[in-house]
Nanobody, 123 residues
Framework: QVHLVESGGGLVQAGGSLRLSCAAS????????TGWFRQAPGKEREFVSA????????YYADSVEGRFTISRDNAKNTVYLQMNSLKPEDTAVYYC????????????????WGQGTQVTVSS
């Protein structure tokens, strides 16, 4: 069974930074692509970012392009999301996700989910 565990969320002021981590276990070919989604109160879940198996391909939602950076350390089975220049509209529960490919995640298809970590950005 694939398990994904997020950490690193917290409360920051606008303009600040956070780094989220997703520790994965039991990975298979069905979880080669890894990434992040988020869901804000009263809003639908949205795609944030994804990265391919070896980190050669990355995708970002337009709303975070240039501010967030996704990376991975395969030796540690961990995916990171560095979030800079945070805005209040980034406030959400962030979920780690895994699918067949990074592109699968980009179009909204995920096979596995983490439990979520709260990110709150104050104005």
């Amino acid at each position: 069974q694939v398990h994904l565990v997020e950490s690193g969320g917290g409360l920051v002021q606008a303009g600040g930074s956070l780094r989220l981590s997703c520790a994965a276990s039991g990975l298979t070919s069905s979880s080669a692509g890894t990434g992040w989604f988020r869901q804000a109160p009263g809003k639908e879940r949205e795609f944030v970012s994804a990265i391919s198996r070896f980190g050669r391909t990355t995708y970002y939602a337009d709303s975070v392009e240039g501010r967030f950076t996704i990376s991975r350390d395969n030796a540690k089975n961990t995916v990171y999301l560095q979030m800079n220049s945070l805005k209040p509209e980034d406030t959400a529960v962030y979920y780690c996700a895994a699918g067949f490919t990074a592109n699968s995640l980009r179009i909204g298809n995920s096979n596995y989910w983490g439990q979520g970590t709260q990110v709150t950005v104050s104005s």
